[in-house]
């Protein structure tokens, strides 16, 4: 990979400490795994959920060993209704309170229009749009009734920008995504809620090199101003500043973690 090398690591400063979060889609080396620990090295406590049971448990027990008694892990398909309400209740119950909601949980594929199916097109939609929609909902409803505000944070995409061939139903689902973050922002300003979004380019993680081909991957690479990929850690890194104090004026925004944008 050519391009500018990836900064240092940047140890935490305590922004989240006292709060809880609740990170979907955080059992893997992604986005996801790497603001459960970013939260949990700025001083927050965090519940994990996945649909994968043994990847969660198995990243759970990671994050434990390095912030013992901080991490909670509750599998969670957030395509399933009552298994999002259960993620939630399970935050109130075990950590007392909730402050801060990563809806992370995406899935993609690549298909041309003309070829994809129902059931493709449906899938994505489902987890990437809907299950942001049914965690903002359960989030949403807790924020109104605790009094306390709170903070949610979207993962959307740069995809939901632009075009890029094979992807019309994960930038249609990011899209979306955007769109939801913008109202859901208007709608919770007055019970003190803040809803923003980050939407990143490219993210390298271990699953991502499986299913995505070398050329594909260095082409995406050259398009950003670096020319290269992101480290998963500097997209939780906005995320954290998103989730912080130092964002208490921000809300509706999509802010891109990428060199692409409009």
Not at 31 to 55: N, Q
Not at 111 to 131: E, H, I, K, P, Y
């Amino acid at each position: 990979m050519t391009g500018v090398e990836s900064p240092e690591y940047v140890p935490g400063h305590g922004l989240l400490k006292g709060r809880t979060a609740v990170v979907t889609a955080a059992a893997g080396a992604g986005i996801g795994g790497a603001t459960a620990r970013r939260f949990l090295e700025e001083g927050a406590r965090v519940l994990i959920s996945d649909a994968h049971a043994r990847r969660l448990k198995e990243h759970a027990a990671e994050l434990a060993g390095e912030h013992p008694g901080a991490v909670t892990a509750v599998p969670c398909d957030v395509t399933d209704e009552a298994q999002v309400q259960g993620l939630f209740d399970t935050a109130v119950r075990e950590h007392g309170r909730l402050d801060i909601v990563v809806n992370n949980a995406g899935l993609g594929g690549t298909s041309a229009l003309v070829d994809m199916t129902d059931d493709q097109w449906t899938r994505v939609l489902d987890v990437t749009l809907n299950g942001t929609f049914r965690c903002s909902r359960a989030a949403l409803r807790h924020f109104r009734e605790s009094g306390r505000g709170g903070v949610i944070v979207n993962n959307s995409s740069v995809v939901g920008w632009r075009a890029q061939a094979g992807q019309a139903h994960y930038a249609a689902a990011k899209a979306g995504v955007m769109a939801l973050t913008r109202c859901a922002a208007i709608e919770a300003a007055g019970y003190g809620v803040r809803v923003n979004a980050v939407a990143p380019s490219l993210a390298m993680h271990p699953h991502l090199v499986k299913v995505t081909s070398a050329e594909l991957l260095e082409e995406l690479a050259a398009r950003e101003a670096f020319g290269r990929y992101a480290e998963p850690w500097e997209v939780a890194n906005a995320i954290v500043f998103l989730a912080s104090g130092y964002s208490s004026y921000l809300t509706g925004e999509v802010v891109s973690v990428s060199s692409q944008h409009p």
